[in-house]
C-alpha cells in the first residue's frame, strides 16, 4: 500500500500548506537514508531517480531495490523518474516500476516542448502515472549537478504556463524563479511576485528544483505560493561527501566500509531536517487515508489479430 500515486500526495501537500521532498538517489545507501528518514519523522516522500545518473549506476539494477523499499515502508512513498528527456526514458522508467514521470523538454521551443511532454502525458496517464512537465529553464549553478544543465536560467512565464498546462495535461510543473540546480553562486534570489501569478493562474502543484540550501523563510513562502515538491540532491552529495573526507583524515589506509562509514546516518539526518523544514513530516497518516494505492501496470500481449479490427483487439483487453 504505501507505494501510492503521486497525483494525491502532491495535491495533499499543495492544499495543505507544505512540501513533499523529492530525494535524488544514487545508490542503496541514499535509498536507506531517505526511507528511514520519512519512517522515522511520519512523512510522505518521493524517490527521485535522475536519468542524468543514470550514467553512474545501473537504472534496471536498482529499480527492484527502490520499488522493494517503497513497497515496505509504512509511509506514503512514490517513485519519480526526474528529467527524463524523450519519451522511450518515460516507458522504460514506467515499466521499471517508477509511477511518476517527469518529461524534460524545457531547452526545446514552446510548441515542441508541448508536443513532447503531450506525448508522454497521453501515455502515462494511460498507464496511471503522475507527468511532471518543466516551463522555463532552471540552469546551472556549481558542484556535481551543475554542469548538466548549462547556460542561463529562463524564469517561467504566467500566461505561458498557463497554456502550457491546459495542452499538456501535466499535474504537475517545475518552475524557474530564480533557484539552480547544483550549489548557488551566492545568496539566491527567488522571484516570489512571479511565483504567485504563476500559482494564481495554474491552481495545481509546483515544483522547486535547485531546492538545496536556501533559508527558511524563502522555504516558507514558496510552500505558501504553490510549491508542493522540492527536489534535493546537491545538498545531500555535498553532506556525504564531506563525510568520507572527514572518515580520510588521517588516512590510514582504510578500507570501502571504513571510508564510507555514516554517510547513510549523515545523510539521514539532513533528510529529517528538510522533512521538518518543509512541513511533511508528520503528514503520512493523512495522506495514506486518501492516496489511491498505485497499481502495477500490467502488459497484456495478444497473439494472432491478422484480420480482427483494432475494436475487437480493444475488446479483448
Ligand atoms: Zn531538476
Known amino acids: 500500500m504505501p507505494l ?10 499543495y492544499h495543505n500548506n507544505y512540501a513533499v521532498g523529492g530525494f535524488g538517489l544514487i545508490n542503496l545507501d541514499f535509498l536507506e537514508a531517505i526511507v528511514t528518514a520519512a519512517e522515522h519523522c511520519r512523512s510522505p516522500v518521493i524517490l527521485n531517480l535522475v536519468e542524468s545518473h543514470f550514467e553512474h549506476f545501473d537504472f534496471g539494477l536498482i ?3 527502490v520499488e522493494h523499499a517503497a ?5 506514503p512513498v512514490a517513485i519519480h523518474s526526474d528529467h527524463g528527456t524523450s519519451h522511450a ?8 516500476g517508477c509511477n511518476s514521470v517527469m518529461m524534460d523538454a524545457s531547452l526545446e521551443s514552446f510548441p515542441v516542448n508541448i508536443t513532447q511532454t503531450r506525448h508522454v502525458a497521453d501515455m502515462a496517464h494511460a498507464c496511471g502515472a503522475a507527468v511532471e512537465g518543466e516551463l522555463g529553464y532552471v540552469g546551472g549553478g556549481e558542484g556535481e549537478n551543475a554542469a548538466k544543465y548549462p547556460g542561463e536560467g529562463v524564469y ?3 500566461e505561458e ?3 502550457y498546462v491546459e495542452r499538456t495535461g501535466v499535474d504537475c510543473l517545475a518552475v524557474s524563479i530564480g533557484t539552480v540546480h547544483g550549489r548557488q553562486r551566492g545568496r539566491t534570489k527567488l522571484d516570489f511576485g512571479r511565483l504567485k501569478r504563476i500559482n494564481d493562474m495554474l491552481g495545481i502543484p509546483l515544483v522547486l528544483h535547485g531546492g538545496s540550501g ?3 523563510e524563502q522555504y516558507h513562502k514558496l510552500i505558501l505560493n ?12 555535498d553532506i556525504a561527501a564531506r563525510t568520507i573526507r572527514s572518515n580520510l583524515q588521517p588516512d590510514t589506509g582504510k578500507g570501502y566500509i571504513e571510508t564510507m562509514l555514516g554517510v547513510r546516518d549523515s545523510l539521514r539526518e539532513q533528510i529529517k531536517l528538510c522533512m521538518h523544514l518543509w512541513g511533511s513530516a508528520g503528514r503520512a497518516a493523512e495522506i495514506l487515508v486518501q492516496c489511491r494505492p498505485w497499481q502495477p501496470v500490467e502488459h497484456v500481449i495478444i497473439y494472432n489479430t491478422e484480420g480482427v479490427s483494432t475494436q475487437q483487439v480493444e475488446a479483448m483487453c
Do not use: F, Q, W
Not at 503521486?6 to 495535491?11: A, F, G, P, Y
Not at 513497497?71 to 509511509?75: F, I, L
Open 4 to 13: 501510492v500515486d503521486m497525483r494525491d500526495m502532491l495535491n495533499h501537500a
Open 63 to 65: 529499480m527492484p531495490a
Open 71 to 75: 513497497r515496505n515502508a509504512t509511509v
Open 89 to 96: 526514458s518515460a516507458v522504460r522508467a514506467i515499466n521499471l
Open 156 to 158: 517561467t512565464a504566467a
Open 161 to 163: 504556463a498557463k497554456a
Open 214 to 216: 536556501l533559508t527558511e
Open 226 to 237: 504553490g510549491i508542493a515538491k522540492i527536489n534535493c540532491y546537491t545538498e545531500l552529495s
